[in-house]
């Protein structure tokens, strides 16, 4: 899917290919062509939602439950759905389900509870209008919905912090137009190669029309530089953990951390919750046919040991767990 460039030019696919190609393997792109004014529209005082599948590969629910107890943003909600890679949504929420649990015994407070999301990838309509796509009305869309109604403050927005498909974001603007006033999306996802950002793999190829109606309709952040996540815990690590559930979670999903190098998911909610995390943010144009013409923000950029030193601060303080 093809966002075209501000000043002329095209994306990675043709502006032609919108209507005959979105489904057909076209992955959208976003221009990076100059910076933002400021690195991002949220930071660690905006409400968080998350916006998730799996909970074994990566670190996301563990830094969101522990940013929100030690000065990061207040998690407010918990949106889990299922996708073609994590397609056992009972799974995702045990995960997830189980992960709450250790945070709320291990004394971390105002953890909210998760939220299940039956959403089935949204599909183009014939005529190509966004406002003509069928909505799903998921239980994750009316969640998004709701907790930004109760949330979103006059410029403090509630940041939906996405580590999966956009489907249930871009379902709440469906059911209800008004929540782009409410929400900036950020969402680890695709990949950056300048000057283009492509809405691909990871994350962003399992839904693309979802793709092309958040980043049409949505202030939107796109995440999509990584790094290696088997040093911010290392077993080395394992005996200077908390002595509560949560350092034993820490403890018991280290295995699987290390067999996944790259961590993807995670750096969506660093880079808005660390300062300093995210270090070159490009602005990027969706394409200038669309009625909506907001600027979107592409992180291309990160400092990643901050990650590690952030965690490990948190961990060993015992204020975070209410002392």
Known sequence: MPLRRPRGGRGLCA???????LLAGCHQTLDA?????????????N?????????????????????ANSGGPPLVGIVINATSIWGDLDINVSGWNDLVTAARSSGLKNIPDVTRSTGK????????????????????????????RQFSQPNLPVAVVSGTS????????????????????????????????????????????????????FRY??????????????MANVPYLPQNALGNRFATKLPNIINILQAADQVALLAMAVQGFAVSVIRAAPDTTSAFDASQGVVTQIAAPLAQSRLWQMLLDPHTFGS
């Open 47 to 67: 409400p968080v939602i998350i916006s998730q599948d799996d909970w074994s590969g990566d670190w996301l629910g563990e830094y969101a439950v522990l940013l």
């Open 221 to 234: 952040v796109q995440a999509c530089t990584y790094y290696d996540q088997t040093a911010d815990v290392t």
């Open 15 to 21: 502006a032609a290919a919108i209507a005959l190609g």
């Open 166 to 217: 956009l489907t249930d974001v871009a379902d709440a603007y469906l059911i209800d137009h008004s929540v782009v006033d409410r929400v900036v999306v950020v969402a680890a996802l695709g990949g950056y190669n300048a000057p283009n950002a492509a809405m691909g793999a990871p994350n962003g190829d399992m839904d693309p029309w979802a793709d092309w109606i958040v980043a049409q309709r």
């Open 33 to 45: 062509g100059y910076d933002l004014p400021r690195l991002l529209p949220v930071g660690p005082t």
């Open 121 to 148: 990838p949204l599909v183009r309509p014939s005529n190509g209008d966004i406002d003509s796509t069928t909505a799903n009305n998921s239980e994750g869309a009316q969640r998004i919905r709701d907790l930004s």
